[in-house]
């Protein structure tokens, strides 16, 4: 979507929405480049978060949410992530980064009591392997090349009590 139809769009919609909408391809990107989701990891005091603050890809304007609205955005990350999962055999897939990407979504909201999107899934450990980490690597790679050639500033900041 071309940045001019940003105010066309906000009289659509609650700002609360729009704040979800331009913030989604931000969001995803630090998870896809995996970056967002380690560092909230090893934080340390993620039960403590106060706010998220991230550039939007559409203008590399910063934008803020609020744990509450993070808390929320990352579910509709996870189910957004449902539409690149195989439809069956997963285990053939194990190599394959939407697929883990997928899993540690899931994995994190679950760990810190935050998936409220009805979604069932039964993990499945696997070892990674070297071929999964090479896809990974390109993958990683990719995004952050994306994001380059449009000038988004991929860096973000989380505020903790």
């Known amino acids: ?23 989604f391809p931000s969001v ?6 995996d970056t ?8 340390g005091n993620i039960g ?21 609205q993070f808390w929320t955005h990352m579910n509709y990350q996870l189910v957004h992530l449902l539409d690149f999962l195989p439809i069956a055999n997963w285990e ?9 990407i997928f ?10 009591g935050q998936l409220h999107a009805k979604v069932d ?5 696997s070892a990674g392997g070297l071929v999964y980490k090479i896809k990974k690597r390109l993958f990683i790679n990719s995004v952050n090349q994306y994001s380059a050639e449009v000038g988004h500033n991929l860096e973000f900041t989380c505020d903790f009590n």
């Not at 995803?28 to 480049?33: E, F, M």
């Not at 899934?121 to 450990?125: G, S």
């Open 28 to 33: 995803q990107r630090t998870i896809l480049n």
């Open 92 to 100: 053939d897939n194990l190599d394959d980064p939407q697929l883990h």
């Open 36 to 43: 967002l989701l380690p560092y909230l990891e090893n934080s």
């Open 1 to 23: 979507m071309a940045k001019q139809k940003l105010p066309v769009l906000e009289n659509l919609v609650e700002p609360v929405e729009m704040l979800h909408i331009t913030a």
């Open 121 to 125: 899934a039964d993990v499945l450990e």
């Open 48 to 68: 403590q978060l106060k706010q998220v603050t991230m550039h939007r890809v559409i203008d590399n304007q910063p934008f803020t949410m609020d744990a509450t």
């Open 103 to 112: 899993f540690e979504v899931y994995n994190f909201l679950k760990r810190n």
